[in-house]
């Protein structure tokens, strides 16, 4: 079965440091994997998809077959990268795609 | 509307009581999911909808939960008997893609369910 682990429920970083959001996965599948967010008081959004290879928000993830990771990296915080961030799976199921979600790191940057 | 619109947002009911959230997805999209969200909890898979038909309701926790939707429009999530381990966020997400898609969910506020 598919899971996603993110080890940090909370990260405090200052402004200007580097962040690096942890997620690992196990899936015996060719894996897709994911970033969203959540700022306060909006909806879950996509950050970022490890096929697109994109810099989103000056955030990038770089999938790691070898070490099973997808870890979110900024070389710079902002305070308004405060968030709750998830990692997620996509696998194939009957028809369609089931996102598995891991259970989040909230990222609180302090000036 | 422009987003995926849930009602109600905010739920509080009687432990024994049956509850019905419902979510209206974006305009085209043929894809809905239902995920929960318990207190400090990741999002939990319950079912997948692809038009009318759930090809993956492999998440549902209980015969007490069902789901149905119709057409490429409205779902509606029933919890009958309602128990307090029951009380999450419920939410729901639309995507216009299917099978092979990119895995894009579009997500809903949220549906608050609080069980006495």
């Known amino acids: 079965a598919q899971r996603v682990t993110q080890p940090e429920k909370l990260l405090s970083v200052f402004k200007g440091a580097p962040v690096e959001l942890k997620c690992n996965y196990s899936?015996?599948?060719?894996?897709?994997l994911f970033w969203y967010v959540q700022y306060s008081r909006q909806r879950l959004q996509l950050l970022l998809r490890h096929i697109s290879r994109e810099s989103i928000k000056g955030f990038t993830a770089d999938l790691n077959k070898g070490e099973t990771s997808f870890h979110l990296k900024k070389p710079f915080a902002q305070e308004e990268d405060s968030a709750m961030y998830y990692c997620a799976l996509s696998t194939l199921t009957g028809g369609g795609n089931k996102l598995t979600f891991g259970t989040g790191t909230q990222l609180k940057v302090e000036l | 509307g422009a987003g995926v619109s849930q009602s109600p947002s905010n739920k509080v009911t009687e432990k024994g009581k049956d509850v019905e959230l419902r979510c209206d997805p974006i305009?085209?999209?043929?894809?809905l999911y239902w995920y929960r969200q318990r207190l400090g909890q990741g999002l939990e898979f319950l079912i997948y909808f692809q038009g009318n038909s759930a090809p993956d309701k492999s998440g549902l926790p209980s015969d007490r939960f069902s789901a149905e939707r119709t057409g490429e429009s409205v779902s509606t999530l029933t919890i009958q008997r309602t128990q307090q381990e029951d009380s999450a966020v419920y939410l729901c997400?639309?995507?216009?893609?299917?099978?092979?898609?990119?895995?894009?969910?579009?997500f809903g506020e949220g549906s608050r369910l609080t069980v006495l």
């Open positions: 997400a639309s995507s216009p893609y299917g099978w092979g898609g990119t895995g894009e969910l579009f």
């Open positions: 899936y015996s599948g060719s894996p897709e």
């Open positions: 305009s085209g999209h043929t894809a």
